[in-house]
């Protein structure tokens, strides 16, 4: 998988004023990062001189002995594949600019000047230095002595087979700023932005820095390089944290501690950045007059941590596109072939629930975001229609539970009592005595209207009327009870003058596992939004905000049996309950056992609609996404989801199957409030024929299926 390139940040030790020493530790991270097969190395603002040398940056002994120094760099870094961004005090035309020198193969490509210099409170860059241009003119190269470089601030870097890195540069101020340079850089195309800096270390700065670079690499689409110089510069009137940092597309990748002299790097997926480009018709373009400076980009190929050097190579031999290794490789062996076939092992975290947050402390909030969005647009709809009733069917399951929290958390907003929600439980064929426990439980503990409804009889009347046999088992079978529940809800909707909320999630949507005009259908679905896998972590935030409110004995007794059966509402497998119990009275029919793992689907869901991946790469990313080896990085409890990459593409294939031909059922649903980046209305995100092929997703499986 060639999208990933690796870049770093590196904060080396200073010896402020003596550019030889400065020059040799960088040559130490420089061959470090070759090591490491990084392929954009950044150093900090200055670093060949060190950025507290002041006044004496106006020495001509120190401008000569930088000259020298970067030479040494040049000579040594001859062979090195690796594009460097050098902080240097150039003169030029008897005038001092702060740049950053990009340098490859031991050759400079291009100098970029500082723009904003800050002359403010402990910062005094206008003693020194002249403001930089963004017209870029050509000089003579003071390394080579044989040619001309450009130097300016419009300058782009663009990777020579891969149109989808293209690096610009900005000097420390320059983000700070209202206007900074990179919102032109990235409009004119640039996707990659390296800034060297020399930021010092304030209270809550670190908080500041990192905003600034979330903030643009996510309104600009971008991958962005920072780093800062460290705690070895001058401390006489200031203190250098060393922080460093690779974001994506608003992410933080990779972060230094503080006070760290060394190397941070991150992989940048360049697909992301293309593909939400793409995605965005806000993100507009402005007339290119960068100058264009090509490079040939060191690229590795990364494999997955889920996936073995053979089986990826066997992947790749099918589909033709390079010839494979020869011979079983493992453990050392097979990442030390890698690295000499340019092939690397992903080493980046990549969330293998991107639907919940990466921090499980962040839950509550997330949660308690979630329900307030669903119960406010219910809040609005009852109002439109000046229904102060609603009604549901209540299974003891987690969607339907989740409609009743959100029924509940709307009826507290508007004041209603809470009598006037309508659980109906409708008992049949496939019924456990779990689930129906669980449902009565819960209506119990709110104080909600509690009704049960069994629907065999009427069942068993409607086979006879269509002459249908019972014993088969079949989709009838299973469809007649869900038509069945609808139909009882939607009359008794109209009977009560009540509203029919829909239970039934995202995950399920995506999939098409719904009784079509069964349970597919409701007046007001409130979790057509929200995924499967997201479900437990809104029960337990509604359960914390009735906790933090009770006031009572009474009060806090009810919360703890709600949580109770919240617990076992969570761990009964989930399942429509069309099929009868076995003998033992437990589920039968199991979802994840049909349709396979819901982690793994909206894992799927969410790559294959935020971002546009290929099959190829959605397999990939889930390779790696739910090895053992990325899980360990994971903050929960990872145990139940480890998978291989049989398991998982067979379940990939079922997603793609079931995602194309069930669109019919998505093209007609009812109204519902959208939640997250990842929606499937008819009428906002999902604009999909419902009979548009899925032939070349499956066909990408083919090649993938035929290696493992």
Known sequence: MKDFVRVAAVSPNVKVADPFYNVEEMLK??????????SLLVYPELSVSGYTAND????????????????????????????FVIGYPLVHKGKLFNTAVVMQGGMILGIVPKRHLPNHSEFYEERYFQEGREEVEWIQDFLEKDGDIPFGMHL????????????????????????????THCLMGATVIANTTASDALIKKNDSRRALVQHSSGCLHNAYVYTSAGPSESTQDMVFSAHSMVAENGKILAESPRFYEGMTFGEIDLSVLWRERIKQNTFETVEENAVQVPFTLFKADYLAQGISVKQLDEVERKAGTRRGLTGEKAGAEEVESCKKEKRLILKRFINPMPFLPVDSSKDFERGEEILSIQAHGL?????????KKVILGLSGGLDSTLALFVAVKCFQLLGYDLKNIIAVTMPSFGTSEITHSNALESARILGTDMREIPIHDAVLQHFKDISYDESKRDVVYENAQARERTQILMDLANKEGALLIGTGDLSESALGFSTYNGDHMSMYSVNCDVPKTAIPLILHSFVKDLEDASKDKKEKKQVEELKKTVEKIIHVPVSPELIPPNEKGEIQQKTEEILGPYALHDFFLYMHLRYGFSAKKVFFLACHAFSKENLKYYSRDSAEIAYTPVQILNCLKIFYKRFFAQQFKRSCTPDGPKVGRIGLSPRGDLRQASDASSQIWLKELEEIESSL
């Open 29 to 38: 991270w420089a061959k470090e990062a070759e090591k490491e097969a990084v």
């Open 56 to 83: 004496l940056l106006l020495q001509e002994s120190l401008q000569e002995a930088c000259k020298k120094a970067l030479k040494i760099f040049s000579v040594k870094t001859k062979k090195s594949p690796v594009l």
């Open 156 to 183: 782009h870097f663009i990777a020579d087979h891969d149109e989808r890195f293209r690096l610009a540069v900005e000097i420390c101020e320059d983000l700070w700023v209202p206007n900074p340079p990179s919102v």
């Open 379 to 387: 809040k609005k709809r009852l109002q439109h229609i000046g229904a």
